[in-house]
């Protein structure tokens, strides 16, 4: 079964600068699909990035960018500029292929905490 | 844009009742996802369904029942509720058509269960 960790419970940052999310996950799967999801206070489920693994370019989403290392089975996501509204909880997320089991697999969770 | 519908959004009931929790996915999706995300925790994938059949299923107590309508709306049941069933349930859509596809998280229904 596919797993990811999250190591980092919380982080905070200053606004205006840039802060790194790590992930880390485990497959035997060739092909797969991360993401990031940001939950903020309102609980709602917000995608922010997402990652294709037979994709060697790294995502990139305005201010949000992946660094994407698939040997060492790596994700990790950067907000750059950050800004009071990135406040919230970050979720990795692990999806396999198609065939019925598409479901997400989630870490735990990241507390990100932006400071004006 | 439409959105994944949740209802209720808040639900209190007793232990050993009964729930139902409804979901309306986005229109032209035809899978649907159930996640439960207990306090502080990480969402926890429930079952899923495509074309009105139960394509996965996770870690779904016996006393929770699903299913997905002719109109793609989807239903989870929850019987001889406990404590620790109190949590956030999460229902998500997908058009169904590629591995690519994003699932869109409705705003979920916050059960209680006193």
């Known amino acids: 079964a596919q797993t990811v960790t999250q190591s980092q419970p919380e982080m905070s940052v200053q606004e205006a600068e840039t802060v790194t999310l790590s992930c880390t996950y485990d497959?035997?799967?060739?092909?797969?699909?991360l993401f990031w999801y940001k939950q903020p206070p309102s609980r709602q489920m917000i995608l922010v990035i997402r990652q294709e693994a037979y994709k060697q370019q790294n995502a990139t989403e305005n201010r949000f960018s992946v660094n994407f290392q698939k040997a060492a089975k790596s994700f990790s996501l950067k907000i750059s500029d950050s800004q009071l509204g990135d406040a919230a909880m970050y979720f990795c997320?692990?999806?396999?292929?198609?065939?019925?089991?598409?479901?997400?697999?989630f870490g735990k969770g990241m507390k990100l905490t932006v400071n004006p | 844009a439409a959105g994944v519908i949740q209802s209720p959004r808040h639900l209190i009931k007793e232990k050993r009742e009964t729930a139902t929790l409804k979901c309306y996915p986005i229109?032209?999706?035809?899978?649907v996802y159930w996640y439960q995300q207990g306090p502080g925790q990480d969402p926890q994938f429930l079952i899923s369904f495509y074309e009105k059949m139960q394509s996965d299923k996770g870690s779904i107590p016996d006393r929770f029942s699903a299913q997905q309508f002719s109109d793609y709306h989807s239903e989870l049941n929850m019987s001889s509720l406990e404590l620790g069933d109190s949590a956030l349930y999460f229902c998500?859509?997908?058009?169904?058509?590629?591995?690519?596809?994003?699932?869109?998280f409705g705003p979920g229904t916050r059960l209680t269960v006193l």
């Open positions: 998500a859509s997908s058009p169904g058509t590629s591995n690519w596809d994003e699932q869109f």
């Open positions: 229109p032209r999706h035809d899978t």
């Open positions: 997320a692990y999806r396999s292929p198609g065939g019925g089991s598409e479901k997400l697999v």
């Open positions: 497959t035997s799967e060739s092909d797969y699909y």
